[in-house]
């Protein structure tokens, strides 16, 4: 299980976070629609661990990053409401932070996980 409470507290304790003046938090929830309007009642996440790795490495070496972490749920059966990923980015000041945290985002979104959504049935016309 994902647990955003567990990353800040790690996050806390890096030996950097003095350095941090934001930690900014995305939490991915599966929705109800599609983004074509279709009703979902579910999905499943598969992770390019190692790939994830590599881009949340390059990622840290950005200006002003302290620390990010990624938990993404994967290799499961996900409903409505659940929780899919948690990606907390800690660094020195908001726009170092935001963007990184935009950018890091869209990447794992399009270059190391893909998603399958389940669809409800649709009524026979």
Known sequence: ????????????????????GMV??????VRATSRDGREVTGLRVKVDRAGLDRLVAAQKKRPGIVEILVEIASDRDLVVGDDVMFLVVAGDVRENVITTLQETLNAIKTTVTH???????????
Do not use: C, S, W
């Open 115 to 125: 998603k399958t959504e389940y669809f409800a049935e649709q009524p026979a016309k």
């Open 1 to 20: 299980m994902l647990n955003l409470a567990h990353m800040m507290e790690t996050i806390r304790k890096h030996p950097d976070f003095h350095k941090a």
């Open 24 to 29: 900014l938090a995305h939490n991915g929830v």
